[in-house]
């Protein structure tokens, strides 16, 4: 079956820093893949998506590049803030698994200032 | 924007007691989801469904039950409460048929079962 894994963490990086937070996949159709943040007493949000092998998601600084070759699908920020403090979730959605998603473990992220 | 509304932020029950979690989306959405989150096991599918009055056992299910009457709203149902139903409560939306469509959030129902 579909399963994604991620960098355990926690990770802390003071304000500025290069983040990175690793995301591999296994999946049997050819999956979507997603990153979701989760700020403290929230729900997740969609942060940013890529469908197909290359593309490149992108949103408030946030990049992914969706790695068919390595199965991967990174969340790279060039500097980090202290408001990007939050637990981040990457995840896929395959069409043959009826509209659901699987997601990884979740990656708490703090920044310090 | 898609709006999903999960009728608390947090809950007290007691043990054996039934328990209702409300969720309503405003968007029109086919597909809805029941997940819990507890620490270090990240969010796990309780169920999940597709159309009003269908439903999909997730993968942990045993305790629970669901309802779809409109397509609009999607009740959890913990039929006898119990201490280990202590949990985050999330539920979501999302578009069916299409895999690339992310799925859509509330904020969460803290639920603590005493």
């Known amino acids: 079956g579909d399963s994604v894994t991620q960098m355990e963490g926690p990770v802390t990086l003071s304000e500025e820093a290069f983040l990175t937070i690793n995301c591999t996949y296994t999946?049997?159709?050819?999956?979507?893949l997603f990153w979701y943040v989760q700020y403290p007493g929230e729900g997740l949000q969609l942060l940013l998506k890529?469908?197909?092998?290359?593309d490149k998601g992108s949103n408030k600084g946030f990049e992914a590049t969706y790695r068919k070759e390595t199965t991967s699908f990174h969340l790279e920020k060039g500097s980090v803030q202290v408001s990007d403090s939050a637990v981040y979730f990457c995840?896929?959605?395959?069409?043959?698994?009826?509209?659901?998603?699987?997601f990884g473990d979740g990656t708490t992220l703090t920044v310090k200032p | 924007d898609v709006k999903v509304t999960q009728s608390s932020r947090y809950l007290v029950k007691r043990t054996g007691e039934k328990v209702f979690l409300e969720c309503v989306q405003d968007m029109d959405h086919e597909n809805m989801f029941w997940y819990r989150q507890d620490p270090g096991l990240g969010l796990r599918l309780i169920y999940f469904s597709y159309d009003v009055k269908m439903k999909e056992k997730g993968d942990i299910p045993e305790g629970y039950s669901v309802s779809r009457e409109k397509k609009e709203r999607f009740s959890l149902i913990l039929e006898s409460a119990s201490t280990n139903q202590t949990s985050m409560y999330l539920c979501?939306?999302?578009?069916?048929?299409?895999?690339?469509?992310?799925?859509?959030f509330g904020d969460g129902t803290r639920l603590s079962i005493l």
């Open positions: 995840a896929l959605s395959d069409s043959t698994n009826a509209g659901k998603s699987t």
């Open positions: 890529a469908t197909k092998a290359d």
């Open positions: 999946a049997t159709g050819y999956p979507s």
């Open positions: 979501a939306s999302s578009l069916s048929g299409m895999s690339n469509q992310p799925q859509h």
